[in-house]
């Protein structure tokens, strides 16, 4: 069955700021000045609840990665921000923070128009949770210390350790929820010291420019924050450049393989936070007024967009119908729509190709033997909208249950069995490892659970949530390296040791 999504005339509802925002030909944000790609070339920014254009981006090349990676260096080398007291970086990196609150609505519809997602959802959750990054990691900036080491060296020894920034940083994100994945980049590694230059998701570049003009407004130095939009072949350009100390990216595994055999030429760093295929187990003990939605919002956050989404779900036999049944009349009561219309609970796919790549696995899931029990199909109308799904007789092996969907697709299967290790075998049956939940009142067995489950983050009776004092990445193919807390200090600082010979 397909329905219509009727669409807003979202134009009315957009603030003075956003408006002047968009009307803008945006350039690219280079040793703290606009300038125009060095090809001159431009894309355009689609809203993908309608299709239609709405601003224009410069399409970035490897001429201007290597500008702006100069533009760091020198900011890195010879500028004021590595001699800068860390009171007065931390005190930019809480003004940063300010600044995203006091630009929230503006932030909130530039996200919305071009990502997709519903606006309460953007702005009283992703925008409010790059602030915070900002707040949180301002606290670090002052606080990146080494330690003195007792020595057993030949004669006497002041031994001592520092940690001091990586140096010019490439980071890399994807379209979903960009500004917060940008806030979960610059954060750390500005607090660090590093210098950056940011490569925004073509699809999504709107907020990095934003935050860009942010950042200068905040009083960040020119050169420390570089941003350069355009397409893969820009992030290319950035991983293989000789003068990028490290890479941070975060985006599908395929790319952040490229990634890897791409940085070897100088061996510089790299951290990955990639794909997921995250495992959701509920227990007839659990709290089902809460894991019925819970459950099914672990997958439908942001369309199923989302790196951690909980898209194989295991129900126990004792409550597999009440659940599923549960899951798809929650799936079916949210109301598909523009992310500026306040009635909306889903918004669409990022893009066209990224719709027929879900309807494609969707359809490979079928045809090896899934069953569609609620949902399905593309409701008429504009835009790239696909209806929460909700699948049935999913079996280890078929394509449903290996491959990130990315979509608004819940994979529901019975556990019949309290065998713990036949769970925890299932739970590791894929080559990712970022995230599951356990719902249960039973302790003991969440605990048991979350001890063998390999993934990066477990939660109990939640899913989807994130904290910048908690680390976040990936077991496996779901990534290298961790992001959040203090390890986020750590993936942009080299630690020194020093050896002073007293004699
Ligand atoms: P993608 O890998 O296609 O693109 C990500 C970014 O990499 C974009 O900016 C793109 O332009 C750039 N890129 C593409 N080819 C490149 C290359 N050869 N070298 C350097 N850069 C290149 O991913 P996507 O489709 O934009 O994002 C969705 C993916 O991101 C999903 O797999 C999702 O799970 C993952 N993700 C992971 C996390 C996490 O924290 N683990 C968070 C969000 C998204």
């Not at 495992?279 to 709290?287: I, K, N, R, S, Y």
């Amino acid at each position: 069955m397909t329905s219509t999504v009727e669409l807003i005339d979202f134009k009315e509802r957009l603030s003075d700021a956003t408006a002047r925002f968009l009307s803008r030909q945006h350039r690219l944000f280079i040793g703290g000045e606009w300038v125009q790609p060095a090809s001159g070339a431009t894309r355009d920014v689609i809203d993908p609840a309608t299709g239609a254009k709405i601003s224009t981006m410069a399409d970035g090349g490897t001429a201007d990665i290597d500008a702006a990676v100069k533009a760091a260096r020198e900011a890195f080398e010879h500028g004021e921000w590595r001699r800068m007291s860390t009171n007065e970086r931390a005190k930019i990196l809480w003004k940063i923070g300010s600044l995203i609150d006091e630009h929230a609505e503006e932030l909130a519809q530039l996200e919305v128009l071009d990502e997709g997602s519903a606006y309460n959802v953007v702005k009283n959750f992703y925008v409010r949770l790059s602030a915070d990054h900002f707040r949180y990691y301002s606290g670090w900036a002052t606080k990146i210390g080494g330690s003195t080491v007792p020595v057993n060296m030949p004669g006497e020894w002041h031994a001592y350790t520092v940690r001091e920034p990586i140096g010019v940083v490439g980071q890399i994100i994807p379209w979903n929820v960009p500004l917060l994945m940008a806030a979960w980049k610059l954060a750390p590694a500005l607090a660090a010291g590093c210098t950056v230059v940011l490569k925004p998701a073509e699809d999504t570049p709107l907020t990095a420019l934003r935050i860009a003009e942010i950042c200068r407004e905040a009083g960040l130095p020119p050169g420390v924050l570089n941003v350069v939009t355009g397409d893969g072949k820009a992030g290319a350009a950035l991983v293989e450049h000789p003068d990028v100390d490290k890479v941070a990216f975060t985006g599908s595994t395929a790319t952040g393989k490229a990634i890897v055999r791409a940085a070897a030429d100088n061996l510089k760093r790299v951290t990955l936070e990639l794909g997921g295929k995250s495992p959701v187990f509920v227990f007839p003990d659990a709290d089902l007024e809460r894991a019925i939605p819970g459950v099914a919002e672990a997958v439908l956050l942001n369309s199923g967009q989302a790196c951690t989404a909980g898209s194989r779900l295991y129900i126990h036999e004792d409550v597999y119908d009440r659940v599923v049944a549960g899951v798809a009349e929650y799936a079916e009561s949210l109301k598909l729509g523009h992310g500026l219309d306040p009635a909306t609970h889903l918004g669409p796919l990022i893009s066209e190709r990224q719709l027929s790549r879900v309807k494609g696995i969707l359809q490979a899931g079928l045809d090896e033997g899934a069953k569609v029990y609620s949902g399905g199909g593309q409701p008429s109308g504009p835009g790239y909208f696909l209806r929460p799904t909700v699948l049935t007789n999913v079996k280890p092996g078929m394509t449903v249950y290996r491959e990130e969907i990315f979509g608004p697709v819940i994979s529901a299967m019975k556990m019949s069995s309290d065998d713990l290790d036949a769970l925890v075998s299932e739970a590791n049956n894929t080559v990712y490892g970022l995230a599951a939940s356990v719902w249960t009142k039973d302790l003991s067995l969440a605990h048991k659970l979350a001890a063998r489950i390999r993934a990066g983050v477990v939660w109990v009776n939640n899913h989807n949530q994130t904290d910048a004092a908690l680390p976040f990445g990936g077991y496996k193919q779901s990534g290298w390296g961790r992001e959040m807390g203090f390890s986020g200090i750590e993936a942009y600082t080299e630690l020194k040791s020093v050896g002073v010979y007293l004699g």
